[in-house]
């Protein structure tokens, strides 16, 4: 007959088998022929992120604007450099200025170049702006610039001329007690390729 040693040995053998393909079944996975093994120095410098912007200094101060003929001119510059520190990455930014609709100013924007020049190039176009209203009812114009590159191998300034035109035929009292807004934004971030 059947020996008992014998069937314990089935039993274990069969026991075995179903575990390890119910194993296999439930958990694949891979066997690696080769291994590798390295050691190796990693210096951990942080990226020193620079990036300047001067008109956090400079504040638009909306009681010195008056309606005349001669435009009110703010400077601010974009900079990937601080006297002899360069930024370590590159940065792209999008220059986007904010403002309420509540007077009748007219914007010009110049990048790199005097704005009194016959060739001056105004980057406020029908193209860039747009207006909308916001939750409380508040009309904005937005003007929306196109993204540019600082590259950290490259010092560079971009410096700006915001122009605010107040004409004086708007001489209107119902401006008197009016607040307008004016907000620069500079969107900045690290590329990464």
Do not use: C
Request: aromatic fraction near 14%; avoid cysteine; charged fraction near 20%.
């Amino acid at each position: 007959m059947f020996n008992k040693k014998n069937i314990l040995l089935i039993s274990k053998i069969n026991l075995f088998l179903i575990s390890f393909f119910i194993t296999l079944v439930l958990f694949p996975f891979t066997l690696s022929k080769y291994q590798t093994t390295s050691t190796g120095n990693v210096n951990s410098n942080i990226a020193f992120y620079l990036f300047k912007t001067d008109y956090q200094v400079q504040r638009i101060k909306l009681a010195d604007i008056k309606p005349s003929s001669v435009p009110n001119v703010y400077t601010f510059s974009i900079s990937n450099q601080n006297n002899s520190k360069i930024s370590d990455v590159d940065i792209e930014y999008i220059l986007r200025i904010v403002t309420t609709t509540n007077i009748p100013l007219r914007y010009q924007l110049y990048k790199n170049e005097d704005y009194q020049s016959n060739d001056a190039t105004n980057l406020i176009n029908g193209n860039n702006t747009t207006i909308y209203q916001d939750d409380d009812g508040t009309y904005f114009q937005k003007f929306e610039f196109s993204t540019e590159e600082l590259l950290y191998s490259t010092p560079k300034t971009n410096n700006y001329t915001l122009v605010v035109y107040y004409d004086d035929t708007n001489k209107e009292f119902k401006y008197q007690d009016t607040v307008e807004s004016i907000r620069i934004i500079i969107d900045s971030k690290q590329i990464i390729d």
